[in-house]
């Protein structure tokens, strides 16, 4: 018979044996799980893959209304518009990043919303800004003139004087550039619209892919004829019984109740 000291090699010849047959099966089973959501779930987690119909939908849309905020640059840019243009052409610049490749579009949207909508934001505040007489022109009443001319106070850099003169303020530039920036600020908006469907249309497809309803909803509870035609009848019983409670309280009608002082008999 063998000894002890003959089985050890054995017995863990046979352990080591055991525990690579366990983590083949584990590789095996892990190798054998699929996405549930398939090719959608994928594309969703990687950040590429396809657009969504809806998306393909929405991109000419979105890319006519860059090609007019592309427009408006240039206009401010003939009027000198300067701080204007430098503002609106970082969204061009975003978004021409995002739909260079439109695999990867997904990736872009949130940096395009947010740049879309802080610009719009930015043109209208200069647009008011314009109109109220703060910048490039004195007043809305001007806003497409020719000529303004109006009292500026000039500093002589010599003699650090202050005097009045008369300034032409106006020109084909600042009608050019207030034109400009009314329509950045109306395709920027217009632009941050079409974003924010594109992203949800994203975020849409991506709920599918992980099963999920794409859009928010209420359960239904369905409703039983029966049990329905019974709470009805119920509630039909109890009506009648509280009016017959009442008429029964109140006695039939020209009945007075006793209201004096109480008779008693003597012992």
């Not at 019983?237 to 003597?266: D, K, M, W």
Request: charged share 15%; glycine share 10%.
């Amino acid at each position: 018979a063998a000894g002890p000291g003959h089985r050890r090699p054995h017995e863990a010849r046979a352990r080591h044996a055991r525990i690579g047959r366990e983590q083949r099966e584990r590789s095996s089973d892990r190798s054998m799980v699929a996405p549930v959501g398939g090719d959608g779930l994928a594309a969703s987690l990687s950040g590429r893959g396809p657009p969504p119909p809806e998306v393909e939908r929405l991109l000419p849309c979105f890319k006519v209304a860059l090609a007019f905020v592309a427009l408006s640059i240039a206009g401010e840019c003939a009027a000198e518009y300067w701080n204007e243009a430098i503002f609106d052409a970082t969204t061009l610049l975003i978004a021409f990043m995002g739909l260079r490749d439109v695999n990867q579009l997904r990736n872009c949207m949130m940096c395009i919303l947010l740049i879309t909508l802080f610009n719009g934001f930015q043109d209208l505040i200069t647009l008011i800004t314009i109109l109220i007489g703060y910048r490039h022109v004195p007043g809305a009443k001007y806003f497409v003139s020719l000529e303004c001319v109006v009292n500026a106070t000039v500093i002589d850099p010599g003699t650090h004087a202050k005097h009045s003169e008369l300034h032409n303020f106006c020109s084909w530039q600042t009608i050019v550039g207030n034109i400009a920036v009314t329509t950045a600020a109306l395709f920027q908006l217009l632009s941050f619209r079409l974003a924010w469907k594109i992203f949800r249309a994203y975020h849409d497809a991506d709920m599918e892919g992980f099963g999920l309803p794409s859009q928010g909803f209420t359960p239904q509870v369905p409703i039983d004829p029966t049990a329905a035609a019974q709470g009805s009848a119920g509630n039909r019983r109890q009506a009648g019984l509280g009016q017959s409670n009442r008429g029964a309280a109140q006695g039939p009608p020209g009945f007075q109740p006793f209201s004096g002082q109480p008779h008693r008999l003597s012992a």
